[in-house]
């Protein structure tokens, strides 16, 4: 039984400042669209296809019926981080945060290690040194932390205890990724701006992208919308996705993931400087970003290695793949709803460098 969807958003628009990108006219549109097609379907994955410059879209809804539709909401994962980064960076521009400026300047006596000394940089990019949630308890069956289940007691308002504790490295010394970072930053966003996270994302992200059914769930909201599988097809709805904060609780449709990224490209919600200071991959800490991946790759059909911004999510057995060739104007967005292996596009096969090749390769 097919148990995937997926969407292929490509947006096609030109960047602040600079000329337009034209989507590929004709026969050389519908040969992409063909590609995509051809790889979703070897890798068994049913689902829809859009291939936009602000309106259009390519390709058609593909798989079961219940699959014929971008408007059910999924949970965004980790794609929350990069939604947040955009909010940081937006207060960056209007002079109320510096990325290189500890936190405590902003939050006075604020209860995690180091505060004095970890900025919102090394919140962004996972070097803070603070405790990491995922060393708290995993529930019986090892599927998610005891504290992200629904019949759990929940922790207590504001950032989870487990990242008020000690700090396991010190700050800067390197790389490891954790909910804990994203968290402290939401405080510092709500502390900054006087504004609950969630009405902050809404009035300075989801408004003007655009994104009309996409919001920050709660702590404790039943679930709605999409669910994910695990491998022997329980589902995961016992997961309260509300608990993740500022790491992973956003949901809503693919589409407006779509409308997300185009926003992002076109100079909507960050000035290019902005985007580029955020999107800049640094080779020492694995490429990282600011909550998200930057690097350079060869695929398979493209004369030249294709410059990538990738950010993924994953809870429960909801996988997300949001890729953006800053380059070309192009996102590729992928859910699935049960495990998938993606692979890696620097290993030069699987199922993300297959589709990223078909996607922006097969119409050169």
């Given at each position: 039984m097919?148990?995937?969807?997926?969407?292929?958003?490509?947006?096609?628009?030109?960047?602040?400042?600079?000329?337009?990108?034209?989507?590929?006219?004709?026969?050389?549109?519908?040969?992409?669209?063909?590609?995509?097609?051809?790889?979703?379907?070897?890798?068994?994955?049913?689902?829809?296809?859009?291939?936009?410059?602000?309106?259009?879209?390519?390709?058609?809804?593909l798989?079961?019926?219940?699959?014929?539709?971008s408007?059910?909401?999924?949970?965004?994962?980790?794609?929350?981080?990069?939604?947040?980064?955009?909010a940081?960076?937006?207060?960056v521009?209007?002079?109320?945060?510096?990325l290189?400026?500890?936190i405590?300047a902003?939050v006075?006596?604020?209860?995690?290690?180091?505060?004095?000394?970890?900025?919102?940089?090394?919140?962004?990019?996972?070097?803070?040194?603070?405790?990491?949630?995922?060393d708290g308890?995993?529930?019986?069956?090892?599927?998610t932390?005891?504290?992200?289940r629904?019949?759990?007691?929940?922790?207590?308002?504001?950032i989870?205890?487990?990242?008020?504790?000690k700090?396991?490295?010190?700050?800067?010394?390197?790389?490891?990724?954790?909910n804990c970072?994203?968290?402290v930053?939401?405080?510092?966003?709500?502390?900054?701006?006087?504004?609950?996270?969630?009405?902050l994302?809404?009035?300075?992200i989801?408004?003007?992208?655009?994104?009309?059914?996409?919001?920050?769930?709660?702590?404790?909201?039943?679930?709605?919308?999409?669910?994910?599988?695990?491998?022997?097809?329980?589902?995961d709805?016992?997961?309260?996705?509300?608990?993740?904060?500022?790491?992973?609780?956003?949901?809503?449709?693919?589409?407006?993931l779509?409308?997300?990224?185009?926003?992002?490209?076109?100079?909507?919600?960050?000035?290019?400087?902005?985007r580029?200071?955020?999107e800049?991959?640094?080779p020492k800490?694995?490429?990282?970003?600011?909550?998200m991946?930057?690097?350079?790759?060869?695929?398979?059909g493209?004369?030249?290695p294709q410059?990538?911004?990738e950010?993924r999510?994953?809870i429960?057995g909801?996988?997300?793949?949001?890729?953006?060739?800053?380059?070309?104007?192009?996102?590729l967005?992928?859910?699935?709803?049960?495990?998938?292996?993606?692979?890696?596009?620097?290993?030069?096969?699987?199922?993300?460098?297959?589709?990223?090749?078909?996607?922006?390769?097969?119409?050169q």
């Amino acid at each position: 039984m097919k148990a995937l969807l997926l969407l292929a958003a490509f947006v096609a628009t030109a960047v602040a400042a600079k000329p337009p990108i034209p989507v590929p006219p004709g026969d050389a549109l519908l040969n992409r669209c063909a590609a995509i097609e051809k790889v979703a379907d070897a890798l068994k994955i049913s689902g829809q296809y859009l291939l936009s410059d602000t309106v259009d879209d390519c390709g058609n809804l593909l798989g079961p019926q219940e699959y014929r539709t971008s408007e059910a909401p999924w949970r965004w994962a980790s794609v929350t981080k990069q939604i947040v980064a955009v909010a940081v960076m937006q207060q960056v521009e209007r002079g109320k945060l510096a990325l290189d400026t500890p936190i405590a300047a902003y939050v006075p006596g604020l209860k995690v290690a180091n505060a004095n000394r970890i900025t919102l940089r090394m919140l962004l990019q996972h070097t803070s040194g603070l405790p990491n949630v995922e060393d708290g308890p995993l529930d019986a069956k090892k599927e998610t932390l005891v504290q992200y289940r629904y019949d759990a007691p929940a922790p207590p308002p504001g950032i989870s205890p487990i990242c008020l504790g000690k700090a396991k490295a010190e700050p800067g010394a390197r790389f490891e990724y954790d909910n804990c970072d994203t968290e402290v930053v939401g405080a510092v966003l709500e502390a900054i701006t006087g504004m609950p996270l969630g009405d902050l994302l809404t009035k300075s992200i989801f408004t003007p992208a655009g994104m009309t059914a996409t919001r920050l769930v709660p702590p404790g909201e039943k679930p709605s919308g999409r669910v994910g599988y695990f491998a022997d097809g329980r589902d995961d709805a016992f997961i309260d996705i509300g608990r993740f904060g500022a790491a992973g609780a956003v949901r809503g449709p693919p589409r407006d993931l779509a409308s997300f990224d185009r926003a992002l490209m076109t100079g909507q919600l960050l000035k290019p400087e902005s985007r580029a200071e955020m999107e800049r991959g640094n080779p020492k800490l694995g490429y990282a970003a600011l909550a998200m991946w930057s690097y350079t790759v060869p695929l398979k059909g493209c004369a030249t290695p294709q410059k990538l911004v990738e950010r993924r999510g994953e809870i429960g057995g909801v996988q997300i793949r949001n890729i953006v060739a800053p380059e070309r104007n192009l996102a590729l967005i992928v859910f699935t709803d049960r495990p998938f292996d993606f692979g890696e596009p620097w290993q030069g096969k699987g199922g993300t460098y297959d589709l990223l090749s078909a996607a922006l390769c097969s119409a050169q």
